[in-house]
């Protein structure tokens, strides 16, 4: 059992909502719905192949070193799946250096339906995206194309036609995507993150120290782009 419902703390406005009961998840109040908020999955760890051990000391490692330039504004790890593993493995991580659970939390559920199924209210969400900034290819990238819809499409091509590795980009969403209208989602931050998988383009043969590097230069990336918004 990895959720519960509690209530939310003001008064009159007061609606049962769902929160994890995870140690280093925070309780969402009602207060917390105007908190710049953004939510993220685990950049290379399931198509492209990243080690999860390493992939969690460098989220926490990298969370870590922008906690502090947030403001109020706050990180929020998702995972589709109760029992994630790289959810447990960060979670674990932030807890042993004591990571504010206010500003930092993990949550289970899908990116693209965080505040209708959810009750999170995130406005950025990330998107571990392909090099050419296109929809499909499974996974989270497949479901944001999908649930933003041409208008989101339109958008990325405007700024951009790739990405190269350890890098990120920032697209304001358009109104008449139903991510917007239904999510609350005003921008989507693609990230182009190391693929160690040797079906992918730019697979880089199991060199983690590389890896590593692009790893740490992808959530770098994605933070700066948050707080180039956020604040
Ligand atoms: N909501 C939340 N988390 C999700 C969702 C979702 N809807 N879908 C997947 N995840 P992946 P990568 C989690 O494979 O490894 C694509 O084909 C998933 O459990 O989406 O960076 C692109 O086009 C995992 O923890 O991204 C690229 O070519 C995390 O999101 C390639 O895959 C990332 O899994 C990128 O591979």
Same mark, same amino acid.
């Given at each position: 059992k990895s959720q519960e419902t509690v209530s939310s703390l003001s008064g009159a406005a007061s609606q049962k909502i769902k929160v994890s009961e995870d140690p280093v !998840? @925070? %309780?969402?109040?009602q207060h917390d719905y105007d908190?710049?908020?953004l939510a993220f999955p685990s950049i290379s760890t399931a198509d492209f192949q990243f080690n999860l051990e390493k992939a969690s000391n460098i989220i926490v490692e990298k969370v870590e070193e922008f906690i502090d330039k947030l403001g109020n504004a706050r990180l929020v790890l998702v995972d589709l799946i109760h029992g994630s593993k790289i959810l447990s493995l960060v979670r674990a991580k932030a807890i042993e250096k004591n990571i504010d659970s206010r500003r930092f939390l993990t949550f289970v559920g899908d990116i693209t339906q965080l505040h209708s199924k959810g009750g999170l209210r995130c406005n950025v969400i990330a998107n571990a995206a392909n090099w050419r900034l296109k929809p499909g290819g499974g996974g989270v990238n497949a479901a944001i194309f999908n649930a933003g819809g041409p208008a989101l499409e339109a958008a990325t091509t405007d700024r951009a036609k790739s990405l190269l590795p350890g890098? !990120?980009?920032v697209v304001p969403l358009p109104s008449i995507s139903p991510l917007y209208s239904k999510e609350g989602v005003t921008h989507v931050i693609h990230v182009l993150g190391p693929n160690m998988n040797p079906h992918r383009p730019n697979c880089l043969d199991n060199d983690y120290t590389k890896g590593c590097r692009v790893l740490q230069d992808a959530y770098s990336s994605l933070f700066e @782009? %948050?707080?180039s918004i956020a604040t």
């Open positions: !998840a @925070g %309780f969402i109040s908190v710049p908020t890098n !990120a980009l @782009g %948050f707080l």
